[in-house]
């Protein structure tokens, strides 16, 4: 059996880990790069196998670091199958036409704009090619053995990250292989805490947080005094999130706070299409997460919800504080660009970044204190305050990552670590270790391994 790590080794993104046994290819996640150009780039280069030879994809979940490469995999001649939880196929449909349309316009806007490094700007991937993929997908029961072929079954088991999110055992040649994908917080404001794996050969578990604990906070306490401050200092809050989850847990949290009389009256704005398309996939899938129907509701109700772009461009130059939650959650494309646009280089304006920020995007330049940054090919000078709330991520830190191994009943032969920068990974490998006396690794891109 032959394991390569094809992305997310050494990186957060990019996830596609391959199997191979017995003539069957397997591949576990099919992301995409996001992050520093070098990384980017690698989005438009083939994979070392023919696509047309790989059997299967096995989805983890819908954020598109592990589904945005299927519609250059289906393009590229995989007609195999890809199984999936039911709302990660809803999420993946999603994600998928949104970043083909988003890929489409910015393409077309770097044309008429002539600032294209290239001579044509082209998508990764059109709207056309994303509908390709779908008559692929296959919905899958969790806990339940999903036979792949005569000696290789799957079971998935919930991870807790967003909604749809498993964890992959893969049983073959008498061996056990326990893919994390992206493990969720134990204490997760709605979702349940994630299943722990009993038996595994080997482990090939996620690393984004493997150096970090995340802060004992209330981020209800500094989510309120984020947005009072702002709204005293006559200023607009922008809170860049991704639609699936994140964007929903605050949509939460600031319906309680405002429940509660803790923060003003001023417009609550939610501008991601995808993310109000994300709250009927809420509603369909209840036995997931821990919101009622009338919760749902009445959180709802609280909102401005704006699809059209003409709407945004209203809310944009609207002069009234008000508090907006936009797509995307790394600021690397989507409507909260054309926010920033207008608010970042004013010092009354606030952004809250409450997700993971992968290197080389804005959000994480941001973060890092950068004094200006690019947009649609232009330099806009940082004026704004930049705040964290990082007990808002839907990522494990070290602790969840250790507790998640802490039922296995048997010792695995390897623990490989992936999807995480070196540093992280590498601080988890030596804690992995130090508590349980793991054989543990951190792969590189590109690698093959023997098992």
């Given at each position: 059996?032959?394991?390569?790590?094809?992305?997310?080794?050494?990186?957060?993104?990019?996830?596609?880990?391959?199997?191979?046994?017995?003539?069957?290819?397997?591949?576990?996640?099919?992301?995409?790069f996001?992050?520093?150009?070098?990384?980017?780039?690698?989005?438009?280069?083939?994979?070392?196998?023919?696509?047309?030879?790989?059997d299967?994809?096995?989805?983890?979940?819908?954020h598109?670091?592990?589904?945005g490469?299927l519609?250059?995999?289906?393009?590229?001649?995989?007609?195999?199958?890809?199984?999936?939880?039911?709302?990660?196929k809803?999420?993946t449909?999603?994600?998928?036409?949104?970043?083909?349309?988003?890929q489409?316009?910015?393409?077309?806007?770097?044309?008429?704009?002539?600032?294209?490094?290239?001579?044509?700007?082209?998508?990764?991937?059109?709207?056309e090619?994303?509908?390709?993929?779908?008559p692929l997908?296959?919905?899958?029961?969790?806990?339940?053995?999903?036979?792949?072929?005569?000696?290789?079954?799957?079971v998935f088991?919930?991870?807790?990250?967003?909604?749809?999110a498993?964890?992959?055992?893969?049983?073959?040649?008498?061996?056990?292989?326990?893919?994390?994908?992206?493990?969720?917080?134990?204490?997760?404001?709605?979702?349940?805490?994630?299943?722990?794996?009993?038996?595994?050969?080997?482990?090939?578990?996620?690393?984004?947080?493997?150096?970090?604990?995340?802060?004992?906070?209330d981020v209800?306490?500094?989510?309120?005094?984020?947005?009072?401050?702002?709204?005293?200092?006559?200023?607009?809050?922008?809170?860049?999130s991704?639609?699936?989850e994140?964007?929903?847990?605050?949509?939460?949290?600031?319906?309680?706070?405002?429940?509660?009389?803790?923060?003003?009256?001023?417009?609550?704005?939610?501008?991601?299409?995808?993310?109000?398309?994300?709250?009927?996939i809420?509603?369909?899938?209840?036995?997931w997460?821990?919101?009622?129907?009338?919760?749902?509701?009445?959180?709802?109700?609280?909102?401005?919800?704006?699809?059209?772009?003409?709407?945004?461009?209203n809310?944009?130059y609207d002069?009234?504080?008000?508090?907006?939650?936009?797509?995307s959650?790394?600021?690397?494309?989507?409507?909260?660009?054309?926010?920033?646009?207008?608010?970042?280089?004013?010092?009354?304006t606030?952004v809250?970044?409450?997700?993971?920020?992968?290197?080389?995007?804005?959000?994480?330049?941001?973060?890092?204190?950068?004094?200006?940054?690019?947009?649609?090919?232009?330099y806009?000078?940082?004026?704004?305050?930049?705040?964290e709330?990082?007990?808002l991520?839907?990522?494990?830190?070290?602790?969840?990552?250790?507790?998640?191994?802490s039922?296995?009943?048997?010792?695995p032969?390897?623990?490989?670590l992936?999807?995480?920068?070196?540093?992280?990974?590498?601080e988890?490998?030596?804690?992995?270790?130090?508590?349980?006396g793991y054989?543990?690794?951190v792969?590189?891109?590109?690698?093959?391994?023997?098992?």
């Open positions: 059996m032959k394991v390569t790590f094809l992305g997310g080794a050494g990186t957060v993104t990019g996830s596609k880990t391959l199997v191979e046994s017995n003539g069957i290819r397997i591949l576990i996640d099919c992301g995409q996001q992050g520093i150009k070098p990384l980017r780039e690698l989005n438009w280069e083939p994979l070392s196998i023919l696509p047309s030879t790989i299967y994809v096995l989805l983890t979940h819908g598109l670091d592990h589904c490469w519609p250059r995999l289906v393009n590229q001649g995989f007609e195999g199958k890809i199984y999936c939880t039911s709302p990660t809803e999420i449909k999603l994600i998928l036409r949104d970043s083909a349309k988003i489409e316009e910015e393409a077309n806007q770097a044309n008429e704009g002539k600032y294209s490094k290239h001579e044509i700007a082209e998508p990764l991937y059109t709207v090619q994303v509908e390709h993929v779908l997908f296959r919905v899958i029961q969790t806990n339940e053995e999903v036979a792949l072929d005569a000696e290789i079954s799957a088991t919930n991870a807790g990250h967003i909604l749809g498993c964890s992959i055992a893969l049983h073959l040649e008498n061996k056990t292989l326990v893919f994390s994908g992206d493990i969720g917080r134990d204490d997760d404001v709605l979702l349940f805490a994630p299943t722990q794996p009993q038996k595994a050969d080997y482990v090939f578990l996620e690393s984004t947080y493997g150096n970090r604990i995340h802060p004992d906070e209800k306490l500094l989510l309120g005094t984020y947005i009072n401050n702002a709204y005293h200092n006559g200023g607009t809050v922008i809170i860049p991704f639609a699936v994140r964007a929903q847990t605050i949509m939460y949290l600031i319906w309680q706070l405002k429940q509660e009389d803790k923060i003003p009256n001023m417009p609550y704005i939610i501008d991601t299409p995808m993310g109000i398309s994300m709250l009927d809420f509603e369909k899938n209840k036995k997460h821990k919101l009622s129907s009338e919760e749902c509701d009445a959180m709802c109700k609280q909102f401005s919800m704006i699809s059209d772009y003409q709407e945004t461009i809310a944009i002069k009234r504080s008000k508090v907006v939650i936009a797509a959650g790394m600021i690397t494309g989507g409507r909260v660009l054309s926010y920033l646009e207008r608010y970042i280089g004013l010092p009354e606030t809250i970044i409450v997700g993971y920020q992968a290197e080389g995007t804005r959000g994480r330049k941001l973060l890092d204190g950068a004094k200006e940054i690019k947009i649609r090919g232009k806009y000078e940082v004026q704004a305050k930049i705040l709330i990082e007990g991520s839907a990522h494990g830190d070290q602790n969840d990552l250790l507790n998640w191994l039922a296995l009943e048997n010792k032969k390897k623990v490989f992936v999807h995480g920068e070196n540093q992280p990974a590498d988890l490998r030596i804690k992995i270790q130090e508590k349980y054989d543990c690794s792969p590189m891109m590109g690698q093959t391994i023997e098992l």
